[in-house]
């Protein structure tokens, strides 16, 4: 998503080259034969070919996707819908994906392409007849009582109360799933010869929907909401998944924890990083991600946040999307959008051309940013025809979107990530706080030994 500065953009320290890192791509260079070449190309080829499938800007009847690349070069976002997901015509898995570094598209298309087949494999092999597990789950639970209403706040803490409750098994063996296929997917991009993910990486917000069921995991700050009627029958935004940031305290904690600094510069103290504890380097704005095995050893994880939810006939819609959108648009403001689209076809488009005119508009001195949104309908529209071929091989990228979060209602997540964490004074602080117009990595981290007794970068005024 274009979030690593050019060698002509700030950094901590602007009299300091940005670093090289042609020895690295010279090693990879050698492993890149003709034959494993050939193989990723066809196999590729093989899973755009995939009917029900969808990568590029389109819709079908259940879902609308578009991306748009920014002011910062390469589009760096990725997005898939993949309906009849492990052959059930009942389940559908969406995700967006949000690269950054130099390499941070190359990352974001490959977990787009890969961990949709973990989670498809884990499900088959540990989920045996998933419907049966999910509807023993509903049927079993005894947390909501059918004669007790659920609203939505309390819907979204089913996954945190089925773990304490003795019937957690069921869903238990759903999380796992996740935790696994995240798992394997971040060791996969390590091994990974062709794809140098060092100093970039992805976030990844992804969905499973079954029947009524939705099981959403989230590494990053990309982030998914769902519309839903409340009970005036108006229109309510309910955001799904916390944006995963280093200011929030557990994250930060964690980090320390494991000798990474977390801070912010003077010129932006509203944007919280992770750096290199002896090294200046990289400033990455999330506390978890896909790749970036240069902090991997310093706090930053790739453990997903999962969420559990049991929809109902008011939930509308559900929509992905990268921090291009939510940090120029409200999480209501993106609802009324897609709710008022002309047609389900069009909707992602329509938050997208929201969004860079409203980057255009509060923001005209910063890049934009890339984009990509995902929405999901949740009853079927008959009159909607397909747009997006599941053949087509060539990627369509667009030209426009940047970075600002706001806030709305939040719900769900498990332990000491909450969306709201108390500190020990007392003060709240959101998962939505802290974020700002800003690239997801200021530099790369630098490969000589910094000299010690230099001042941290917060000490130090940038360009």
Same mark, same amino acid.
């Given at each position: 998503?274009?979030?690593?500065?050019?060698?002509?953009?700030?950094?901590?320290?602007?009299?300091?080259?940005?670093?090289?890192?042609?020895?690295?791509?010279?090693?990879?260079?050698?492993?890149?034969?003709?034959?494993?070449?050939?193989?990723?190309?066809?196999?590729?080829?093989?899973?755009?070919?995939?009917?029900?499938?969808?990568?590029?800007?389109?819709?079908?009847?259940?879902?609308?996707?578009?991306?748009?690349?920014?002011?910062?070069?390469?589009?760096?976002?990725?997005?898939?819908?993949?309906?009849?997901?492990?052959?059930?015509?009942?389940?559908?898995?969406?995700?967006?994906?949000?690269?950054?570094?130099?390499?941070?598209?190359?990352?974001?298309?490959?977990?787009?392409?890969?961990?949709?087949?973990?989670?498809?494999?884990?499900?088959?092999?540990?989920?045996?007849?998933?419907?049966?597990?999910?509807?023993?789950?509903?049927?079993?639970?005894?947390?909501?009582?059918?004669?007790?209403?659920?609203?939505?706040?309390?819907?979204?803490?089913?996954?945190?109360?089925?773990?304490?409750?003795?019937?957690?098994?069921?869903?238990?063996?759903?999380?796992?799933?996740?935790?696994?296929?995240?798992?394997?997917?971040?060791?996969?991009?390590?091994?990974?010869?062709?794809?140098?993910?060092?100093?970039?990486?992805?976030?990844?917000?992804?969905?499973?929907?079954?029947?009524?069921? =939705?099981?959403?995991?989230? $590494?990053? @700050?990309?982030? #998914?909401?769902?519309? *839903? &009627?409340?009970?005036?029958?108006?229109? /309510?935004?309910?955001?799904?998944?916390?944006?995963?940031?280093?200011?929030?305290?557990?994250?930060?904690?964690?980090?320390?924890?494991?000798?990474?600094?977390?801070?912010?510069?003077?010129?932006?103290?509203?944007?919280?990083?992770?750096?290199?504890?002896?090294?200046?380097?990289?400033?990455?704005?999330?506390?978890?991600?896909?790749?970036?095995?240069?902090?991997?050893?310093?706090?930053?994880?790739?453990?997903?946040?999962?969420?559990?939810?049991?929809?109902?006939?008011?939930?509308?819609?559900?929509?992905?999307?990268?921090?291009?959108?939510?940090?120029? =648009?409200?999480?209501?403001? $993106?609802? @009324?959008?897609? #709710?008022?689209?002309? *047609? &389900?076809?069009?909707?992602?488009?329509? /938050?997208?051309?929201?969004?860079?005119?409203?980057?255009?508009?509060?923001?005209?001195?910063?890049?934009?940013?890339?984009?990509?949104?995902?929405?999901?309908?949740?009853?079927?529209?008959?009159?909607?025809?397909?747009?997006?071929?599941?053949?087509?091989?060539?990627?369509?990228?667009?030209?426009?979107?940047?970075?600002?979060?706001?806030?709305?209602?939040?719900?769900?997540?498990?332990?000491?990530?909450?969306?709201?964490?108390?500190?020990?004074?007392?003060?709240?602080?959101?998962?939505?706080?802290?974020?700002?117009?800003?690239?997801?990595?200021?530099? =790369?981290?630098?490969?000589?030994?910094?000299?010690?007794?230099?001042?941290?970068?917060?000490?130090?005024?940038?360009?």
């Amino acid at each position: 998503m274009g979030s690593c500065l050019s060698g002509e953009s700030r950094s901590p320290h602007p009299s300091s080259p940005t670093p090289s890192l042609g020895v690295k791509k010279k090693k990879n260079s050698k492993k890149r034969t003709s034959r494993s070449s050939s193989f990723n190309f066809q196999r590729e080829e093989q899973l755009h070919r995939i009917p029900g499938r969808m990568f590029l800007n389109g819709s079908s009847e259940f879902a609308s996707l578009f991306t748009q690349q920014g002011k910062k070069g390469t589009n760096q976002d990725a997005m898939v819908v993949w309906e009849n997901f492990g052959s059930r015509t009942d389940t559908i898995f969406c995700g967006v994906f949000d690269g950054h570094g130099p390499f941070g598209h190359m990352v974001a298309k490959r977990v787009r392409d890969s961990l949709p087949l973990k989670l498809s494999a884990h499900w088959d092999v540990n989920v045996k007849g998933s419907t049966d597990v999910l509807r023993e789950v509903t049927l079993n639970s005894s947390l909501h009582p059918a004669e007790t209403p659920v609203t939505p706040d309390e819907d979204s803490r089913t996954f945190q109360d089925l773990e304490i409750n003795k019937n957690s098994e069921k869903l238990q063996a759903l999380k796992d799933l996740f935790l696994k296929a995240f798992k394997v997917m971040d060791r996969e991009l390590r091994m990974h010869t062709n794809i140098d993910c060092f100093c970039s990486g992805t976030t990844a917000v992804t969905l499973i929907k079954q029947g009524q069921d =939705l099981i959403i995991g989230n $590494v990053g @700050d990309s982030r #998914a909401i769902l519309c *839903t &009627r409340d009970k005036k029958d108006s229109l /309510v935004a309910v955001q799904l998944t916390v944006d995963l940031k280093p200011n929030l305290p557990a994250e930060a904690e964690r980090i320390r924890k494991c000798k990474g600094r977390v801070f912010a510069l003077q010129d932006e103290p509203e944007v919280t990083r992770v750096w290199l504890p002896n090294n200046d380097s990289p400033g990455l704005a999330m506390a978890r991600a896909f790749g970036d095995f240069c902090l991997k050893d310093f706090g930053l994880i790739s453990v997903p946040d999962i969420f559990y939810r049991r929809l109902t006939e008011n939930d509308q819609f559900i929509v992905l999307a990268t921090d291009g959108i939510w940090d120029v =648009l409200t999480n209501k403001e $993106v609802v @009324d959008i897609v #709710a008022s689209a002309e *047609t &389900r076809s069009c909707a992602a488009r329509a /938050v997208v051309e929201s969004a860079v005119r409203s980057w255009k508009f509060k923001y005209p001195t910063s890049k934009v940013d890339d984009c990509a949104v995902v929405c999901l309908f949740l009853s079927p529209e008959h009159t909607n025809v397909s747009t997006a071929s599941a053949t087509d091989l060539a990627e369509k990228d667009g030209t426009d979107a940047d970075d600002e979060v706001v806030d709305d209602e939040v719900v769900g997540n498990e332990g000491a990530d909450s969306a709201t964490t108390k500190t020990e004074a007392g003060i709240d602080w959101s998962a939505l706080e802290g974020v700002s117009r800003v690239n997801t990595m200021l530099t =790369l981290p630098r490969f000589v030994p910094e000299e010690t007794g230099k001042p941290t970068p917060g000490q130090k005024k940038t360009n």
